[in-house]
């Protein structure tokens, strides 16, 4: 009888331990199926200027990232421009970054391999997240191109990726070219960014007319597509600040606090005058202030 639930007590572990391990072990025979090219100059498909129109995050079933809606566009991202050339690529998204001399590494591989290797797994059944959960409109199995930026400094964005498994999965940024006029992007924060190419000659949309701006901030906004898309970012960050609030009871204080401080940031803002860097970086600090009010509103309530 002892025997029999010492060898009870082992079959357990071992199922247990199987348990464990096989998630991880199918990650590794993942990427395992990936073959990578040696480093070679930006192809001509990614050379432009693009610009963020579609935000997606994990919407898997089980992800406390779902929402009603089929895309989680997240504001401070939407608008964003990013500008690849021979020489250097530029962005103005959140932790932006600046990659010079970049070379592309093409890694053969599957949609299912690259965002289940790659992007943060869930703690819970199904451990990976596949290329459905994040919109891309790509099979699972189908062969895929997935490009990894190198830098003169090293990878673009060295310490993303590793998803469960840090040994595992394409590191770093990474971009899927959707077609002529479409790309994928891994970024920051777990987050696919859709970037549409932008014309040669597109005009900036700012978030008022600029066929009236008057003031010297509102025609240096005026004359560049990146920063009206970064003024959009911050009225839109206003806006679902204003309806956040309006949802809730009681928020009265909160909506006129809130209506004070964009006229005191517009005053801020205004003080910049033509100087490009100014304007981008209190435009930033606004988004990110308000994020903050938002996030100790609710950590405060809830």
């Not at 000659?201 to 509102?218: L, M, N, Q, R, W």
Request: hydrophobic residues 35%; charged residues 20%.
């Amino acid at each position: 009888m002892t025997a029999m639930r010492h060898n009870l007590r082992s079959l357990t572990a071992n199922i247990l331990t199987l348990t464990f391990i096989l998630p991880l072990c199918c990650i590794s025979c993942q990427a395992e199926n990936v073959s990578a090219s040696a480093p070679t100059a930006l192809p001509s498909t990614l050379i432009g200027t693009w610009q963020v129109a579609e935000v997606h995050t994990d919407q898997g079933e089980s992800h406390w990232h779902r929402t009603r809606d089929d895309k989680y566009n997240v504001h401070k991202f939407l608008g964003r421009v990013y500008s690849f050339t021979a020489q250097v690529v530029t962005t103005n998204a959140p932790d932006d970054k600046r990659c010079d001399n970049p070379k592309i590494i093409v890694h053969r591989t599957t949609a299912a391999n690259v965002v289940g290797t790659s992007i943060a797994s869930r703690g819970f059944s199904p451990v990976l997240p596949t290329a459905k959960d994040f919109q891309l409109p790509l099979a699972d199995n189908a062969p895929i191109e997935v490009l990894s930026l190198l830098c003169k400094e090293g990878l673009f964005g060295k310490n993303l990726g590793g998803g469960q498994n840090p040994d595992v999965g394409i590191k770093g940024v990474w971009l899927i070219v959707l077609n002529t006029e479409q790309l994928a992007l891994r970024w920051h924060d777990e987050t696919i960014l859709i970037l549409k190419r932008l014309p040669e000659h597109a005009k900036p949309v700012a978030s008022f007319d600029c066929t009236k701006a008057a003031t010297e901030v509102e025609k240096t906004i005026c004359e560049s597509v990146a920063l009206a898309a970064y003024d959009q970012s911050v009225t839109q960050t206003y806006k679902l600040a204003l309806e956040y609030y309006k949802t809730k009871k009681n928020t009265a204080n909160q909506i006129a606090e809130l209506k004070k401080s964009q006229q005191q940031w517009l005053t801020q803002r205004n003080a910049c005058g033509p100087d490009i860097a100014c304007l981008e970086k209190s435009m930033g600090d606004r988004i990110d202030g308000i994020d903050y009010e938002l996030a100790t509103y609710g950590y405060e309530n809830r």
